[in-house]
């Protein structure tokens, strides 16, 4: 089914010749024969009252189906397909397939290198198992999620495989749909969809075991900035922040009067706050007194714009700790989910969570990503809300 119409008015003499071919398709026979003009391309089968839609595309003239038997819509669907059609651009609509995936891939040399490695393994899989000879206009979406559903089964992908290759799809022919070889993304039309991955829940450290790691890193002799270390960890896991976050703090941002921090997510360069938990006042308060008596033994002040932390991560003392203490390998990722559960536990509501988190979505992050720990303990508040009612 053609997906793009433009209407380009005909000169006398190709009028004449579009005359000469419509009378030579209705002596063929199809579906063509049956149609009576209704208004400037539009087409109406007399017998099952379906319109149709006609229009000159990259120099060929195409029949589409509208797929309504009620005028008014009918007007409206040719609209939106001629209009569609003007996006088109006949100088491409001629490439093939293998021609979009060599434009596709010289668009993705920013990308990283694992990122290239895959998306060179899903075009030699269509190279090798599609006919990439073939017009990209001409491909059907049906055709489309028959392959990609043909080659998961027949290679095992798992999820998040499979679903990496529904989203080389959607940016293959997305960039297909912007350069006007096609008008609209097969992607979308082909109906496939991501799969749901099920996640395993996160391997979280219980408050006994947090307390041995921070003891463990701090005692470390190896480690020359062990103790920066420990209050690096305990900060991500008193205030669960992550790393990055953590790394751009400064004593600017902590207001000892107000008791909160101002934030700056990473990601987005937004600030949020969230404030000074007791425990975190405690190591905070602390750790600003040490930092005042180094500054202080240099004859200088505390500048406002200092770091609170002199180091960026401390992903390999944690690692060696968990390893001398034969724990799981917790991350400091895991330090983080150990705040969310242990505050939700405690009673604090999720979207008040969501917003010390810096979220925006109102607490659907968290809930999506511990529904395994935290589902259970809806379902036990859900109970006891319940017994209030009898």
């Given at each position: 089914?053609?997906?793009?119409?433009?209407?380009?008015?005909?000169?006398?003499?190709?009028?004449?010749?579009?005359?000469?071919?419509?009378?030579?398709?209705?002596?063929?026979?199809?579906?063509?024969?049956?149609?009576?003009?209704?208004?400037?391309?539009?087409?109406?089968?007399?017998?099952?009252?379906?319109?149709?839609?006609?229009?000159?595309?990259?120099?060929?003239?195409?029949?589409?189906?509208?797929?309504?038997?009620?005028?008014?819509?009918?007007?409206?669907?040719?609209?939106?397909?001629?209009?569609?059609?003007?996006?088109?651009?006949?100088?491409?609509?001629?490439?093939?397939?293998?021609?979009?995936?060599?434009?596709?891939?010289?668009?993705?040399?920013?990308?990283?290198?694992?990122?290239?490695?895959?998306?060179?393994?899903?075009?030699?899989?269509?190279?090798?198992?599609?006919?990439?000879?073939?017009?990209?206009?001409?491909?059907?979406?049906?055709?489309?999620?028959?392959?990609?559903?043909?080659?998961?089964?027949?290679?095992?992908?798992?999820?998040?495989?499979?679903?990496?290759?529904?989203?080389?799809?959607?940016?293959?022919?997305?960039?297909?749909?912007?350069?006007?070889?096609?008008?609209?993304?097969?992607?979308v039309t082909s109906g496939l969809r991501y799969q749901p991955v099920h996640r395993k829940p996160p391997s979280i450290p219980t408050a006994e075991q947090f307390q041995q790691l921070l003891a463990e890193v701090r005692a470390?002799?190896?480690?020359?900035?062990?103790?920066?270390?420990?209050?690096?960890?305990?900060?991500?896991?008193?205030?669960?922040?992550?790393?990055?976050?953590?790394?751009?703090?400064?004593?600017?941002?902590?207001?000892?009067?107000?008791?909160?921090?101002?934030?700056?997510?990473?990601?987005?360069?937004?600030?949020?706050?969230?404030?000074?938990?007791?425990?975190?006042?405690?190591?905070?308060?602390?750790?600003?007194?040490?930092?005042?008596?180094?500054?202080?033994?240099?004859?200088?002040?505390?500048?406002?714009?200092?770091?609170?932390?002199?180091?960026?991560?401390?992903?390999?003392?944690?690692?060696?700790?968990?390893?001398?203490?034969?724990?799981?390998?917790?991350?400091?990722?895991?330090?983080?989910?150990?705040?969310?559960?242990?505050?939700?536990?405690?009673?604090v509501d999720v979207k008040t969570l969501a917003k010390w988190q810096g979220h925006q979505d109102g607490g659907k992050l968290i809930m999506d990503t511990y529904t395994e720990v935290l589902g259970a303990d809806q379902r036990?508040?859900?109970?006891?809300?319940?017994?209030?009612?009898?």
């Amino acid at each position: 089914m053609l997906k793009r119409t433009e209407f380009i008015p005909a000169a006398n003499a190709d009028a004449t010749a579009d005359a000469e071919r419509d009378e030579t398709a209705k002596r063929k026979g199809g579906t063509w024969a049956t149609l009576v003009s209704v208004a400037p391309n539009l087409y109406r089968n007399p017998h099952s009252g379906i319109y149709y839609g006609r229009s000159m595309i990259a120099g060929r003239r195409q029949l589409h189906c509208l797929e309504t038997a009620d005028r008014k819509t009918a007007d409206l669907k040719l609209s939106e397909w001629l209009d569609t059609a003007r996006r088109l651009r006949p100088e491409v609509s001629r490439s093939t397939l293998d021609e979009l995936l060599l434009r596709f891939q010289a668009t993705r040399v920013h990308c990283e290198d694992a990122t290239k490695v895959a998306e060179q393994g899903f075009a030699t899989s269509f190279r090798l198992f599609f006919d990439c000879n073939r017009r990209v206009s001409s491909v059907r979406g049906s055709e489309l999620k028959a392959f990609i559903n043909g080659l998961a089964k027949k290679r095992n992908y798992s999820a998040n495989t499979y679903n990496r290759v529904c989203l080389f799809v959607r940016q293959l022919f997305e960039l297909a749909k912007i350069d006007g070889m096609i008008a609209e993304n097969l992607y979308v039309t082909s109906g496939l969809r991501y799969q749901p991955v099920h996640r395993k829940p996160p391997s979280i450290p219980t408050a006994e075991q947090f307390q041995q790691l921070l003891a463990e890193v701090r005692a470390e002799k190896k480690n020359r900035k062990g103790a920066a270390s420990g209050d690096f960890l305990e900060f991500q896991g008193t205030a669960g922040l992550g790393q990055a976050e953590a790394a751009e703090l400064t004593w600017a941002n902590v207001d000892f009067d107000l008791g909160e921090m101002r934030i700056k997510r990473v990601k987005t360069g937004k600030y949020f706050p969230v404030p000074l938990y007791p425990k975190l006042r405690t190591l905070l308060t602390r750790m600003k007194g040490e930092a005042e008596a180094r500054e202080k033994g240099e004859n200088r002040d505390l500048r406002k714009d200092a770091r609170v932390f002199i180091i960026d991560n401390a992903r390999k003392a944690l690692t060696n700790a968990c390893e001398r203490l034969k724990m799981p390998a917790f991350t400091q990722r895991n330090l983080r989910q150990m705040f969310i559960v242990e505050a939700y536990r405690a009673g604090v509501d999720v979207k008040t969570l969501a917003k010390w988190q810096g979220h925006q979505d109102g607490g659907k992050l968290i809930m999506d990503t511990y529904t395994e720990v935290l589902g259970a303990d809806q379902r036990e508040f859900e109970k006891k809300q319940i017994l209030r009612l009898a």
